[in-house]
């Protein structure tokens, strides 16, 4: 092999894994995800806002059964938007499991099969009737 072919396989190798290495570096972290979807009502310290959007730091709701925390985060509550249709069950799990165990939360992780199933549990749901004229 010529030491020109040497090289630029060399350089192409040396740009393929810099390019690999920047995508993990861009890894989205559970705190980002909570901060990029959650953070704007709910804050970056899980406090909330007084009178608007609940506090998630020491929250029994957000620490005990993680069933109705699932089904609220997919499908939306009384003002908070539904995530079913905009976040990974990944995302969510990493976000949930983040907001259970921040802020001194004592709640048990959150796994992406966890998500999956409360996702077709809320599909399989009671579906609204359909409006008709008669």
């Known amino acids: 092999m010529s030491r020109s072919i040497a090289f630029r396989s060399l350089f192409i190798g ?5 390019s ?7 890894a989205a972290t559970p705190q980002s995800l909570f901060n990029d979807n959650c953070s704007a009502c709910h804050q970056t310290t899980g406090k909330g806002v007084k009178g608007a959007f609940p506090a998630l730091a020491g929250d029994p709701f957000v ?3 993680p069933a109705p925390v699932m089904a609220t985060v ?3 509550r009384a003002g908070m938007p539904a995530f079913k249709d905009d976040l990974s069950d990944a995302d969510l799990s ?3 499991t983040y907001v259970r165990t921040s802020w ?5 992780p ?6 999956a199933a409360a996702r077709a549990k809320l599909k399989a749901g009671k579906k609204p009737a359909s409006l008709q004229a008669h």
């Open 110 to 115: 959150v796994t992406a099969a966890d998500v």
């Open 63 to 65: 620490q005990g059964d």
């Open 14 to 18: 040396g740009l393929l894994a810099a």
């Open 104 to 108: 001194g939360n004592k709640g048990q």
């Open 20 to 26: 690999a290495a920047s995508v993990t570096a861009f």
């Open 94 to 96: 990493a976000i949930l």
């Open 74 to 76: 997919l499908a939306g």
